[in-house]
Structures are given as structure tokens and as C-alpha cells.
């Protein structure tokens, strides 16, 4: 159990909101590196990487306090696991299918973390946090719609709907393990995991095709990488903080959000109607989501 002090009512909300801006950036300019001649399976290994700062200033903080007990060990890996896991199946489904049919399967992944907080950790919330939860489900599918095109096969559902499985259980068992042990400790094994699936990724790298090794290449990949990995951070102290069911809506549909006005204003990008009605309905929930009074996890550990 951890012994950081209980933060305010509302350190949920700042963390989360925190990892919605730094999502939102990251979303926004994560495929530049791929467009430079940076596969997107190094960037993987330079995001596991950026994850190693964060982590180390976090446990210089906690005094290098690390839960080390059996279970907390086995909660901090399944979340890291489940999380970089989930990346690595990506890579390959992009190579499978389209991604403007991948990405809204994925995006759902809030769905399975709601249904399992509702069933299994007893979470509840008020009528408005409901409204921004539903309001929030129907926004993640619009942000990555694209009419017609061919589906090329069968396969790609199946990894998507994986990726989805994996994104929404890691972040259950992210609130899971916030009651049994420090956020510091999480992002700690999470960091671990990430860089013990580096080999995988670097397995799936065809190395017979041009790499730009430039600064426009893996440095690109580091600055933009890092966004993710704090991002990632601030992920862990709002699922310590505040309600899952409430937490996974908010940053999936606030980040993406973000993107889209980030890609509008700084990359002139106009998102078509569907994107347009999907902005305003993130908007809404994001709204509604951050001042529902009854956010705060009353069971969070002090």
C-alpha cells in the first residue's frame, strides 16, 4: 500500500487533463517520424526509451521506494504488458488492414473498461458523469471514420478488436493496482516491460530498407516520444486518483480532441463533417465529465 499523502478532490482531473494535452500533441505529430524514413517499429523502441526519465525521476521523488511484494509485481507487469503488448499487435494489424477501420475498433477501448469497473470494482457515478460517458463512447468512433474503402479481409478485425481487449483491460488493472501499490511503482514496471519488448520490436524491423538515423529520425521520434511517455505518467496518477469509469472516457476522447484542433490550427488540417461532430461531442463530455462532483475515487489509498 502506498503512503503518499491524499492528494485534493480534483489531482484526478489535473493528471487526466494533463494526459489529454500531452496525448493530444503527441497524436498530432506522431507520424512524422514514419514520413521522415523512421520505421514505426524503432519508434516503438525510442518510445521505450523516453519511458526510463519520467520513471527515474518519479522514483527519486518516492525516495526509490518500489513495491517489490508478489502481487504488486504481477499487477505492475500486466498493466506494462498489456499496454506495450498492445502496441506491438498494432504494428502488425496496420500492416493488415486499413487504419481508418482499425483505429475506431481500438478506440472503444474504454467500453471494457467501464464494464468491468461497473461489474467487478463497483463504481458508479452521477447522472452527468453518465451523460459525458455515453456522449464520450459515441465521439471515439467518429475521429478515425473514413467512408468507403475495401476492408482487405478479416484478419485486421481480430488483431484490432485485440488491441481494444488489451488497451481497455490494462487500464482496469491500472486502477487495480493504484489500491495496492504506488503510481511510481506502475509507471516503474511499466517502463520494464516496454524495454523487454524492444527485441520484438526490432525482430519486426526490416532492416534491408533505408533508415533515416538523422535527427529528423530518431531525434524526431525522442522529442515527440517523450509526450507519450509522460503523457503515460500523469495516465497512472489519474487512475490513482480518480474513478476508471470516469478517467478511460475523458482521456480517450479528450486526446483525440486535442489532436484534431492541434492538426486544425498548427498542421492546417480541416477534419471532415463526421470529425467535426465528433469534436463537438468530445467537447460535451470532456465537459461533463470534469465537474461531475462525484469523480473523486473515495476509495483511493492515502
Known amino acids: 500500500m502506498s503512503t503518499s499523502a491524499s492528494p485534493s478532490g480534483r ?4 493528471n487526466a487533463l494533463a494526459t489529454v494535452v500531452l496525448w493530444g500533441i503527441w497524436g498530432a505529430f506522431s507520424g512524422l517520424s514514419p514520413q521522415h524514413g523512421f520505421p514505426e517499429t524503432l519508434v516503438y523502441c525510442v518510445w521505450a526509451l523516453t519511458m526510463i526519465p519520467p520513471a527515474l525521476i518519479v522514483l ?3 525516495k526509490w521506494k518500489l513495491d517489490v511484494a508478489p502481487r504488486a509485481i504481477a499487477y505492475g507487469v500486466a498493466v506494462g504488458v498489456l499496454g506495450a503488448g498492445g502496441q506491438m499487435v498494432l504494428f502488425y494489424a496496420v500492416t493488415r488492414g486499413p487504419a481508418y477501420l482499425i483505429f475506431p ?3 472503444l477501448s474504454p467500453v471494457v473498461t467501464i464494464a468491468l469497473s461497473f461489474l467487478f470494482m463497483g463504481e458508479r457515478t452521477g447522472r452527468l458523469g453518465a451523460v459525458g460517458i455515453a456522449l464520450a463512447l459515441l465521439a471515439l468512433p467518429t475521429f478515425d471514420f473514413a467512408p468507403g474503402g475495401d476492408a482487405h479481409g478479416g484478419s485486421w478485425l481480430l488483431l484490432a478488436v485485440v488491441v481494444m481487449l488489451c488497451w481497455g483491460l490494462q487500464a ?3 486502477k487495480l493496482a493504484n489500491h495496492i501499490m504506488s503510481g511510481e511503482s506502475i509507471f516503474f514496471y511499466m517502463t520494464v516491460t516496454g524495454l523487454a519488448l524492444v527485441p520484438v520490436a526490432l525482430a519486426m524491423t526490416d ?3 533505408p533508415i533515416n538515423y538523422g535527427l ?5 521520434a525522442a ?3 517523450m509526450l507519450n511517455a509522460v503523457g503515460a505518467l500523469t495516465l497512472v496518477f489519474a487512475f ?3 474513478k476508471a469509469i470516469i478517467v478511460a472516457p475523458l482521456t480517450n476522447a479528450g486526446a483525440p480532441l486535442a489532436t484534431a484542433i492541434i492538426s486544425l490550427v498548427a498542421l492546417s488540417v480541416m477534419p471532415g463533417p463526421i470529425k467535426l461532430v465528433g469534436i463537438g461531442l468530445a467537447l460535451a463530455a470532456s465537459l461533463l465529465l470534469a465537474i461531475e462532483p462525484d469523480a473523486k475515487d473515495e476509495t483511493a489509498p492515502a
Open 60 to 62: 527519486a521523488l518516492a
Open 207 to 209: 532492416f534491408s530498407r
Open 105 to 107: 475498433v481500438i478506440s
Open 11 to 14: 489531482a484526478w482531473l489535473l
Open 172 to 174: 482496469y488493472f491500472m
Open 240 to 242: 490513482r486518483y480518480g
Open 216 to 220: 529528423d529520425g530518431p531525434g524526431l
Open 223 to 225: 522529442a515527440i516520444q
